[in-house]
């Protein structure tokens, strides 16, 4: 890569944290005054970048339009793909991808564990909202009122004994979801199975899908279980990175 492309791309680094002197990008760059106003000036009448009232520059509309070309552009099954199956290899489990598909959750994709016993669940298969690990983690992390939306009103569908029916029961789950950052399916979609989620959030911040470990219980008990959400959550974190979304 020659110096100018590597220099030209480090300032529209420099810049997405917001405008900058020239003097200022200099010193941070280490080159001299006429190297960054040579470089600015090109970028200017490409309109990567834009000069301000008070002579500083910012990042340009013309990044804009790539950045959201970008985004568009992102597959999350694809991104999330090694990421799950390093996580299915480290814990043995099965390993789900889901998001939103109307007023359900839809599985993206699926690691298989390495155990004789299978889960049933399959890429393309839609599951509720309030009874999935996967379901929850996306719900705690969605405004209040478009939660209200997709849930509709109680009860709510019983799958299992542990199915949460009730609104208030639900919401001071998801609360606690929200806080510790993945939600736990005590037994509630299936009798024997369990798993815990995590959400993923996109470049704006928003949640844009979950990952889960699942495990039926003769497999895994729930301690063995809770020891997997430091991995968990590890993951979500790596996959939502791929996705452009940065924690502050």
Not at 99 to 117: C, F, P
Request: charged share 25%; proline share 4%.
């Amino acid at each position: 890569m020659s110096n100018s492309v590597e220099r030209a791309m480090r300032i529209l680094v420099e810049l997405a944290d917001g405008p900058t002197t020239i003097s200022e990008l200099g010193r941070r760059l280490d080159v001299h005054r006429t190297t960054s106003l040579r470089l600015l000036r090109t970028l200017e009448e490409q309109r990567f970048v834009r000069r301000t009232d008070d002579g500083s520059y910012q990042l340009g509309p013309r990044m804009a339009t790539l950045a959201a070309a970008a985004l568009e552009g992102l597959d999350i099954r694809g991104l999330a793909a090694r990421h799950l199956r390093d996580l299915g290899a480290s814990t043995g489990q099965t390993i789900h991808l889901g998001a939103l598909e109307g007023d359900r959750v839809v599985y993206l994709d699926k690691v298989e564990s390495r155990h004789a016993v299978r889960m049933y669940s399959h890429i393309g298969a839609l599951a509720p909202l309030h009874a999935t690990g996967i379901g929850k983690a996306i719900l705690a992390h969605l405004p209040e009122r478009e939660r209200g939306a997709l849930l509709g009103d109680p009860p709510f569908e019983s799958c299992t004994p542990n199915t949460r029916t009730d609104r208030a029961a639900l919401d001071e789950e998801l609360a606690r979801t929200a806080e510790r950052g993945w939600s736990l399916d005590d037994f509630e979609h299936e009798e024997f199975i369990h798993c815990v989620a995590a959400p993923v959030f996109d470049a704006a911040g928003r949640v844009a899908a979950a990952i889960s470990v699942s495990a039926p219980s003769m497999v895994l008990d729930r301690p063995d279980l809770l020891a997997l959400t430091g991995d968990l959550t590890a993951t979500a974190r790596d996959i939502s990175e791929e996705l452009g979304w940065s924690h502050t």
